[in-house]
Nanobody, 126 residues
Framework: VQLQAFGGGLVQAGGFLRLSCAAS???????????MGWFRQAPGKEREFVAH????????KSSDSVKGRFTISRDNAKNTVFLQMDSLKPEDTAVYYC?????????????????WGQGTQVTVSS
């Protein structure tokens, strides 16, 4: 299974972006049974958890740093996960990665994820 994240770019502080993560791979293989997550890594910093969502979309969790500004969602029919990012701040600047969990629920621990996308750059100017 391959994950491809896209939708990043350059935006001014206070602006918004919507990231998408599409899954592709062996015919018939979907990620509708997997929890999904978004992580990010800023230059010189460790990768950090952003948000995760359960297989059904019924359970979500966001980190304290993005709570109330970022929203994770998914469309299993399209095998796609989204991260709506509003009220962006310069400290949100990072490469954003999507990942598929080993089980039906997401996690804030990167070790709980089996597949990773290549990342998409988000830059927020002040």
């Amino acid at each position: 299974v391959q994950l491809q994240a896209f939708g990043g770019g350059l935006v001014q502080a206070g602006g918004f972006l919507r990231l998408s993560c599409a899954a592709s791979g062996r015919t018939g293989r979907t990620l509708s049974n997997n929890g999904m997550g978004w992580f990010r890594q800023a230059p010189g910093k460790e990768r950090e958890f952003v948000a995760h969502i359960s297989w059904s979309g019924g359970t979500t969790k966001s980190s304290d740093s993005v709570k109330g500004r970022f929203t994770i969602s998914r469309d299993n029919a399209k095998n796609t996960v989204f991260l709506q990012m509003d009220s962006l701040k310069p400290e949100d600047t990072a490469v954003y990665y999507c990942a598929a969990a080993r089980g039906p629920y997401g996690s804030n621990l990167s070790d709980e994820y089996k597949y990773w996308g290549q990342g998409t750059q988000v830059t927020v100017s002040s």
